[in-house]
């Protein structure tokens, strides 16, 4: 696993977006989220070492633009060249999560096709009304590859009417941070039983730092949100 951020910052957009990691990183050092700059690395998937070999080994999964949105509106001619380094390295594969993916048509390149092979989308919605917003757009675009992003997931959601076989991966997650909302366990267990019913595959990225199960609250610190998520044997994927 390969972390790729060609830019960094972005501006809050919803619910979802309230009490952003991001956000809670930079204040630390006293950086402004809310604006847009290219990063050093901007080139990595195509950079070679002194070897002449590519940086990044072929094989691996690039997880892309998660320190800002991949379809943020700053980044629209950075992006240009993006999708291109994406086109030569066929050999990787590229992930990517947008809030923004009713801006996704507009600005995909010209040879996209039906999708690049080597792309998959998620497409983030954490509370009913952003799955009635964004689902129906995601679905119609020219994808070969789509992920249901349900994090940090602030209510329960009914995502049956866009669960089909044009999803490969409903993830869900809880939000982190001091601030965190609290993610009820069940809204969890309801998504979880709608992908599975449908063959869809399922993944508990994380509890986040309030969990309600069961009628107790629970405080759950950061480093054990993963693994307490793990533990609950959630995960389902296709034999």
Not at 9 to 15: A, P, R
Not at 38 to 57: C, D, S, W
Not at 122 to 132: F, P, W
Not at 173 to 181: H, L, N, T, V
Request: hydrophobic share 35%; charged share 25%.
């Amino acid at each position: 696993m390969v972390l790729y951020n060609p830019w960094h910052g972005c501006h809050k957009i919803s619910d979802g977006c309230l009490n952003c990691y991001v956000y809670r990183i930079d204040e630390k050092y006293q950086r402004d989220s809310s604006i847009v700059t290219k990063n050093g690395n901007f080139n990595l998937p195509i950079r070679k070492n002194r070897q002449g070999n590519p940086t990044i080994a072929s094989g691996e999964t690039v997880y892309t633009c998660f320190s800002s949105d991949f379809l943020v509106e700053e980044a629209d001619e950075w992006r240009k060249d993006v999708w291109k380094m994406m086109k030569e390295r066929q050999d990787l594969t590229f992930i990517f999560l947008t809030k923004r993916i009713a801006r996704l048509g507009k600005v995909l390149p010209e040879d996209w096709g039906e999708g690049y092979d080597n792309v998959i989308v998620g497409c983030t919605v954490e509370n009913e009304l952003q799955a009635r917003l964004r689902l129906p757009i995601f679905l119609k675009l020219p994808l070969k590859h789509r992920n249901i992003i349900c994090e940090p997931l602030l209510e329960a959601i009914d995502l049956s009417p866009y669960l089909s076989d044009k999803i490969e991966l409903v993830l869900v997650g809880g939000e982190s941070g001091s601030e965190a909302r609290v993610c009820d366990y069940q809204w969890v267990l309801d998504i979880h039983k709608q992908a599975t019913s449908r063959n869809i595959a399922f993944h508990y990225h994380q509890t986040g730092a309030r969990l309600l199960k069961d009628g107790i609250l629970y405080k759950i610190p950061r480093k054990n949100q993963s693994s307490q998520a793990h533990k609950a044997k959630l995960d389902w994927s296709q034999p």
